[in-house]
């Protein structure tokens, strides 16, 4: 590791400088700054972009759906209306019904919490992890980037599908939150890795120099100088994680590997297949349907807020939004960091 | 149709049907251009196994055939699902002598290499099924040729007769040629864990048939049997080749029914798929003798319970349950009790009309609440608890994967909760179930079979011995008069009198044994009745369900009997019906 700092420096200006701030910056202040800096501007650059729009609508819609929806719908159950009604022909059950007579709609509405559910839990797990891990590795470096390297390396080579399916197996996880984390066992591993180079060449700008001069502690670094220059990144990848465990979800309990107890659309979705005989001709192909555009919407809902938080890496953009220069303008785009830490 | 006249273009690929079938498909693909009308027509049907795979040693259980060999080996008998008996095939006649079982073979069968089928094709048969730990062992003490045609099984002690057909007569393949597989017997006499272990991993391929048919190609794609003209049945035949397709999944043998590329198959489909095949496609069911019902977990508090078992048997609907899982795939047996639904009125005769059907199509709540009441139950709120303010809970473990199940389940667990129960589907992965939670008894409720299966399960003493002594599956749900294994302790069960007032105690296991050995007609009569009662009224499974097997048969070129024919009540029905000449080619 690159040690630059004088000891002696170090202590005095570190109480010196806890001295200044404590009279001039209230923590409401420190909260209003962090706002401004990042969630007001970057949430302002990335309004501008209309996909991001468009996909948190979607979003909120879904939240929506899976909140208020939940109350204001009916809950499916059997024998709720007429058996294998079609789309459209009453009020009743809108999307029509199963072959045994439960509410498609229904169906969809109230699997939307759980799903809903596992997209946060898997998410945040999958990049807290990458982010705690990624950004230790890359800023410490030595034996305990060597270690977690190798750690996220493991968990990288280690087929994803097969081990989710014999951990659904043997865990048989009946909470969303449990799923969402098993689904994004070893996602985290390849975000891990990428947020470690990013963190290769932050740590080495002035301003984290300066931090480590002054001989602010590690954890302070990460969370007050590193962290936040990587979070647009961090939410791309959010979203990202969120669509595969989306996908993977879905997957699983359409191959009867997750249990049928939790509602989800793969479970529709695997019904209307082996049930309802959706694509032998039965005439089901809605129930298929249904499951599978609310799929598709909240996937693309995802894909488009993450394409659109891309702006936000821009700093061009960000600061002729916000109206004020960066503190690091000159900086390089080439953020090629060397995979060796240096010594 | 044939592949005569199919638009074979479209709808076989004919590159992978000729590799498959070489020159006898190209025989079949000619005809693709102007059917040859002489009703030489290949009848094509369908397995989901891979042709090459499969082989023909019935004491082998991988691969082992699903269809073809229906056709390519003589059954000793046939067992009629409308009859409710066997129909004699290669064993033409059977009689129960003093301690003895004595069986006559078929003339005029002969094995494709020439030789005749005799008395020791049947004793090896028979012998390597005893050899190999197969029921028959346990009644029989040796089996004799006496000569060229007559087999007899000396038998250890008494047994019942009918017990003695389904095991050696049932499901039971002329497969087995003395002068090929006679060496295992004697493998037997010196080393019996190395024949054992040789007999059940032998893939037995390349066939010896001396049933109508035998192999004439197999490939990927396909395996093709060609007639043979020495078997007795062959006149029947007006079709020289059987084809059986190979798909893969129920949703591929469909589209394939839909497109007009099977003349005959057996595969599940809902009804609103049923109704979308054309309309030259003719469904046929037989009775599958299992089906879905509850195994309750008998020492738990509420399942334990008669009362509450009862209150289960009335709230729930059985013909809605079946209408949601598809009523083209199963039925709603009459009577929930030890004894197939087409079987009931057969064996109970007069005392049918003293059983308890608990609401077939109805939901009886009153009854189920005033049972309830009786017992000490009462409801809080609309939850009902026990004496002890507990609330009845009543989860139902399912296999995720049985989708048919599931829905099923699910319908259960609403009118469970629609009642005051507190109930939801505790889905769960299949080997993990069968593996650990239904051994272990860690379930309070659970979807099981409540039937045997087979041909057997006609006969009460199967169907009962299923539910009162020794599940199939392994469930430990501890009901008392169970056999150890399923952690009872085959103790006596106490349950009201079927005539009358007052109670019986009687002990399951000892009058099933009793079933199990006499000859008398009347006494096997009287012991399944009264043991039916047990299970009709203590409910050790509650039976909800029973499965139907469906045959689907092409009629457009094909002639068949009339729908429900009792012709067509014998496993499998297209296969049955070639060999009866019920099933010929008219086009």
Redesign the interface.
Known sequence: MKHTESKTESEDEFSFGAAQSDVEVTTADRLRDFYREFIYKPGLVAWEDNRTRIGATILAVYVFVGTVGTWLYRSPSTNQSERSLQPFQTMEAPLGTTSSGEDVLAMAIHATPEMLIMILSGGIFATALAVLIGTVAGYKGGTTDRVLTTFSDVAMSIPGLPLIMVLAVVVSPERAVVIGILITINYWAGLARSIRSQVLTIREHSYVEASRTMGVSTPRILLKDVIPNIMPYVLVNFANAARYVVFASVGLYYLGILPTSVANWGIQLDNAYSQAGALSGGGTMYQLAVPMIAIMFLALGLILLAQGMDRVFNPRVRTRLAGESESETEDDEDAAAPTEVMT | MTNNNRGCASHIDRRAFLQVAGASSAVALAGCTGGNGTGDGTHVSYTNQVPTKIQYNPLNPTSYSQYSHYLLFDRFANFNFAKGEFIPYLIQNWEFGDGTFEMTVRDGVTWEDGDDVTAGDVATQLRLARLTGGTIDQFTDSVEVADDRTVVLELAGDVNPRIVEFNALGQRFMTLKESEFGKYVEMFEDDAEKAQSEIQSHAYKDVTANGPFTVAERGNQQILLEKRDDHPDSGNINFDQVAFRYLDG??AV??AI?ANELDSVMVF?????V??FPDHIRMETIPGKVGYGLIPQHDHEHTGDRAVRQAIAHVLDRE?IV????ETLKQAPPLPVGIPSDDQERWLGDAYDSFEDYGVNERQTDDAEQILLDAGYSKDGDTWVDGSGNVVELPITVP??W??W??AT??IV??LNDFGFES??????F??LNGTVWPNGDFILSAGGWLPGGGRASFPYFSLHHQLLEHYRGFTYNYTPANENRGGSNGDVTVPSRTGSGTMTVNPNDRLEELSETSDEATTREISIEQAWVTNVDLPVIPVMEKQEQAFLATDEWSVPEQGSDVSQVRWPHLWLIRQGELQYDG
């Open positions: 129920n949703t469909h589209q839909g489909a809902p009804p609103n798929v109704n979308n809605t209408k949601n899982v598809g995720s994967g989708t048919d599931v829905t699910q319908t609403d009118q939801q589907v505790d889905s769960r992965n080997s993990a």
